[in-house]
């Protein structure tokens, strides 16, 4: 009985395979940036018409009055920057060196993958389970009571895991051969890290501050518990004081208003000043990436 042999392809018809292939795949790649793109675009577009007409002066600059229906919107501003910022003082350390101690000191072995793995799951819970666990732990069990402080370290807690993970990768980017030259000079392991790990791998470091920034402004489950008011005259005095956030206050005035004529406008508007209040620490923080790009050693 006669075997029939496999078609061979000469070397041109296989190069051509390889490159109609890869077209493909840059073909779908590049279809999914662009569909990205619109969505993200159409939103943004979506939101600035509707909430423009009510943006002014004293929108960024008052109180709100008459139930949320007049006025402005300047202790909501203030809550989600004074939230954001005091998630980012609280996380950004520890995260730090929590990567520090998994990459540089921990090794590899089965408990340091368990906790690694523990990290990676840990930034995938739905915020609504961090909120409840500020509650029992911010509010109910130290006492810190519905406040800045309160919601604050909820969202450090719900941004630490995005910045273990993504500052552990930064670290493992490094090249060896910088810490090989730092034991060659004499330097300790510490000095090595300090002067030379962590300035080149700060960009990276910040791409994971950036995605906590936003994550952190944006959330209004974890602070609907542990720090948001529903509505309030007054500036907050300390950080043991509960604070209006744009998050919250977006949702208040779609769900819990009376006056849904008056409240929609003001709600679009206070869902553009969060995206422009994110947009813009977010810039921040990739001008300060950018520069230290442009200092690495290689």
Known sequence: MEMTQPIQLSPKSLSNRRKLIQ????????????????????????????????IDWEFLTAMPRKSMTEGGILPAILGTF???????????????????????????????????????????????????????????????????LSGALTLATMILPVIISTTVEALKSIPDSFREAGYGVGATKWQIIRGIILPAALPGILTGTILGIGRAAGETAPILFTAATFFSRRLPGSVMDEVLALPYHIYALMTEGTHPDAQVPIAYGTALVLLILVLGLDLIAIVIRTRSRKKKLW
Do not use: C, T
């Open 23 to 54: 077209r493909i795949g840059f073909s779908i790649i590049f279809l999914s940036l662009i569909i990205s793109i619109f969505f993200l675009f159409v939103i943004v577009i979506f939101v600035a018409i509707r909430g423009a007409g009510v």
């Open 82 to 148: 004074y939230l954001s910022i005091g998630a980012v003082f609280f996380a950004l350390p520890l995260g730090i060196l929590a990567a520090i101690y998994l990459n540089e000191y921990a090794g590899e072995n089965l408990l340091v993958r368990i906790i690694k793995m523990g990290i990676n799951n840990l930034a995938g819970v739905p915020s609504i389970v961090f909120g409840l666990f500020g509650l029992a732990i911010f509010v109910k069990f130290f006492g810190f009571g519905v406040s800045i």
